[in-house]
């Protein structure tokens, strides 16, 4: 390096120095991947934590519903066949609620025929029409309101029958 500029660049790694202490050991902190990692595995038990409580809280309400309409609350706790009766509820063939398998279009129908369910179950229930959106914004609270309200099921009674009972 050229004589002349070795003072001037010695005066920047001695300026470089200041209160966090030499450049070289600020850049080589080992802690900050473990710190990242707790935040990650927080976030992750975060999420768990919420998704199981609203998994538990949904079931709940939507087992209420259920002994309202006359059909088994225990069916609210088996994922998929749920919503086989929730379809059934709104007086559509329970099969389409397996469209949620369908990635895409197959989704999206599942939502579009959930809403109107949820609409036809509302109705049922002697809600008004308008109280669909609260299910479309709001699902768990729409349900909260059918299950712990006085409301009572006008439709027809549901049958509720295990795949196994329909095949004798």
Same mark, same amino acid.
């Given at each position: 390096m050229n004589e002349y500029l070795l003072p001037f660049f010695s005066r920047i790694s001695t300026f470089n120095d200041g209160i966090y202490g030499s450049s070289s050991s600020y850049m080589s902190d080992d802690s900050a991947p473990g710190v990242a990692i707790l935040a990650t595995l927080a976030y992750i038990f975060f999420i768990l934590i919420l998704t199981i409580g609203a998994y538990v809280f949904v079931s709940i309400c939507l087992s209420k519903v259920f002994k309202k309409a006359g059909i088994k609350p225990w069916i609210a706790w088996v994922p998929f066949y749920n919503n086989w009766k929730f379809f059934e509820m709104g007086s559509f063939h329970g099969a389409l609620s397996l469209l949620t398998l369908v990635p895409y279009a197959g989704t999206l129908a599942f939502m579009i025929l $959930?809403?109107?369910? &949820? $609409?036809?179950?509302?109705?049922?229930?002697?809600?008004?029409?308008?109280? +669909?959106?609260?299910?479309?914004?709001?699902?768990? +609270?729409?349900?909260?309101?059918?299950?712990?309200?006085?409301?009572?099921?006008?439709? &027809?009674?549901?049958?509720? /029958? /295990?795949? /196994?009972?329909? &095949?004798?």
């Open positions: $959930y809403w109107i369910s &949820a $609409y036809r179950i509302g109705l049922r229930f002697g809600k008004e029409g308008a109280f +669909v959106l609260l299910s479309i914004f709001l699902s768990p +609270v729409w349900l909260g309101i059918l299950a712990f309200d006085k409301s009572k099921w006008s439709g &027809a009674k549901i049958h509720s /029958t /295990t795949p /196994t009972e329909s &095949a004798k």
